[in-house]
């Protein structure tokens, strides 16, 4: 099992930056990559960026690309979103997240909020 834990969000006007982190434990068999995904209320949770665990590839929403940056550490099981240009539409619970892909199985943190006000 992994279990995944969610910092650095909080209040930021647009314009603003911040940096999430993710700090990952438990076994890692079986898995490839790590992302990051947001939620406002009712709507379905969205793929906000994505990262290879061992080439480092990388994947990213249209809304986000050119302002997002995410990245890892493999040795401290780390993984980052810097995330610059805040704008009030991407106010959002973020959750990170990594993939099982043999079984198939989701792991996510608890979420932490991000507000960019106008």
């Known amino acids: 099992q992994v279990q995944l834990v969610e910092s650095g969000g909080g209040l930021v006007q647009a314009g603003g930056s911040l940096r999430l982190s993710c700090a990952a434990s438990?076994?890692?068999?079986?898995?490839?990559?790590m992302g990051w995904y947001r939620q406002t209320p009712g709507k379905q949770r969205e793929l906000v960026a994505s990262?290879?665990?061992?080439?480092?590839?990388?994947n990213y929403a249209d809304s986000v690309k050119g302002r997002f940056t995410i990245s890892r550490d493999n040795a401290k099981n780390m993984v980052y979103l810097q995330m610059n240009s805040l704008k009030p539409e991407d106010t959002a619970v973020y959750y990170c997240?990594?993939?099982?892909?043999?079984?198939?199985?989701?792991?996510w943190g608890q979420g932490t909020q991000v507000t960019v006000s106008s």
């Open positions: 990262i290879t665990i061992s080439g480092g590839s990388t």
């Open positions: 438990g076994i890692f068999f079986g898995i490839n990559a």
């Open positions: 997240n990594t993939k099982r892909t043999w079984p198939s199985y989701d792991y």
